[in-house]
């Protein structure tokens, strides 16, 4: 199928009832998102499902990675779909509301239904879509230890962490070392905050990228002949919650979105 252009070819295939439910004011609007690749077409909950996933496919076209992932979210919405959504509500730290399940992530609220399709006010992708769907499927429930260990003292999470090191925390020291204001900007955006419990950094910051997974932030500013440093923490039952590689995804994930966040804001 050709990219989507017209967001007419959209607009026709769906219902023109202007529900709201993609958070969008009618129908219309919502297959212009769609064109702009501001929304999926499988956001609305109403398009037949094999016409959305052409449209998902055609408005995708640019990543060639983005046919892995979308595979990926189909197995995912699969297991999603034999769940009962009030027993995950309670064990994943969400609520049930119009028959969907809200769960908050960065203080923004993402309504999944019982068929595994993702919702919001805010843009959604397979990126977040993926790590927010094996949430729901894998965590064993419980809260917060309230003990932060490094990614290497997580299960499994010794291998991986060089390339955790590398692609996570030194891509997000050079971010905040460019704009010092970053970290104040993403406890605005993503309803953080600060906290004295971070190993005496200069700035310690506590973001909830999902209920139950908390993630600590420590920045040390350069001083005198030293360099500064960032570690990212997370709580010790974090990999109760996800696997050790969809942890890895989401917080990589979460410092190339803020790296966009910085050339647009800082």
């Not at 295939?13 to 919502?30: E, I, Q, V």
């Amino acid at each position: 199928m050709a990219q989507v252009r017209n967001p007419l070819n959209i607009y026709k295939l769906l219902p023109k009832s202007n529900c709201g439910r993609c958070y969008l004011p009618s129908c219309l609007a919502f297959a212009a998102a769609v064109v702009k690749g501001e929304k999926r077409a499988d956001d609305c909950p109403f398009l037949d499902k094999g016409e959305a996933e052409k449209f998902v496919a055609a408005t995708d076209m640019s990543d060639p990675d983005e046919a892995k992932r979308q595979e990926k979210v189909r197995e995912l919405q699969d297991g999603v779909a034999g769940l009962d959504l009030a027993d995950v509500a309670e064990r994943v730290g969400g609520e049930v509301v119009d028959s969907r399940l809200l769960i908050k992530s960065l203080g923004k609220s993402f309504l999944i239904d019982r068929h595994g399709r993702v919702s919001s006010e805010c843009h959604t992708h397979s990126g977040l879509t993926i790590p927010l769907l094996s949430y729901i499927i894998e965590s064993r429930g419980g809260k917060p230890a309230g003990d932060w260990v490094p990614f290497r003292e997580l299960r499994g999470g010794a291998a991986m962490a060089p390339l955790f090191a590398s692609k996570g925390e030194q891509g997000l020291k050079k971010l905040v070392d460019r704009h010092t204001d970053l970290l104040e900007l993403l406890i605005d955006i993503f309803s953080g905050r600060r906290t004295v419990a971070g190993f005496s950094a200069d700035i310690s910051v506590i973001l909830y990228p999902l209920p139950k997974l908390p993630v600590l932030i420590c920045y040390w500013k350069a001083e005198d002949d030293l360099e500064s440093d960032l570690n990212i923490f997370f709580d010790s039952t974090a990999t109760d919650h996800l696997g050790i590689r969809s942890i890895y995804a989401l917080a990589v994930g979460l410092v190339m979105m803020f790296d966009k966040i910085a050339q647009k804001h800082c």
